[in-house]
């Protein structure tokens, strides 16, 4: 039987996470796990954990380890027994990934690869900077204004185009300094475990993929 990928997608903001995780979906059979897409949904639907989140969203701090442990563990737990992953967005600090590793453990389904992408900060400052979201065509997308083919589809179509509340010029340093401070530990945490494989999201999204694409055949090969 072909072992079912257990991914972990990681990246500064504006790396390309959400593309890349929306390009692997469609090829591999994983549940894809966004965390800051399922908060935005929160923040959509007024829950209490989206009142939450949108305070967090206004300063580009993470939230809570605990808030965040449970949200991931009660998702895994529903899922099926031979269904994939790919978390995106988590973890994001030492005790997420650490009580991830419990959890996994505990559910016999170990994490196969970790895919670090990689991206200069004046690279996302740019990208975020100019990055819109194409909502009300399913799930929302990014796309970047200077890519007027890519907006005037998504009005076309009846989409609507979209600023994240954390996309604000302000908020996006912040958001990076989190990342360095908080995110980018995790980088030699998977690394002594060696499940690390760093790859440049400097490529276009199709790039970026093969380059994914050729890491995950590599692991699944080994793991056969
Ligand atoms: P990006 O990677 O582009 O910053 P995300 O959509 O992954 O954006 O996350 C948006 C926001 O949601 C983060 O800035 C943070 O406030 C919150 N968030 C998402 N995942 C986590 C997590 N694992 N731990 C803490 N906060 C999180």
Redesign the pocket.
Known sequence: MVQPHHIVLM?????G??TQSRLLKARYPVEVL????M??DEVAKRTALGLL?EG??ET??????D??IAL?TERLLRLGSAQGFLL??????IP?AEALDRLLQRLKRPLTAVIALGLDDAEAVRR?GGRRMCEGLGDPFPLHIDDTVSVDACLRLGGRIAT?P?DEPQVIVE?LR??EAETQPLIDYYRRYGLLHSISAKGEPAQVQAEIIRVLEQTAQQTA
């Open positions: 990246g500064a903001p504006g790396a996470k959400s966004a965390t800051g897409q908060l935005r989140a967090y969203f580009g701090a993470l939230l809570p380890d808030v965040m991931v995106d967005g988590f973890p994001r600090t997420q975020l994240r954390d958001r989190h990342y």
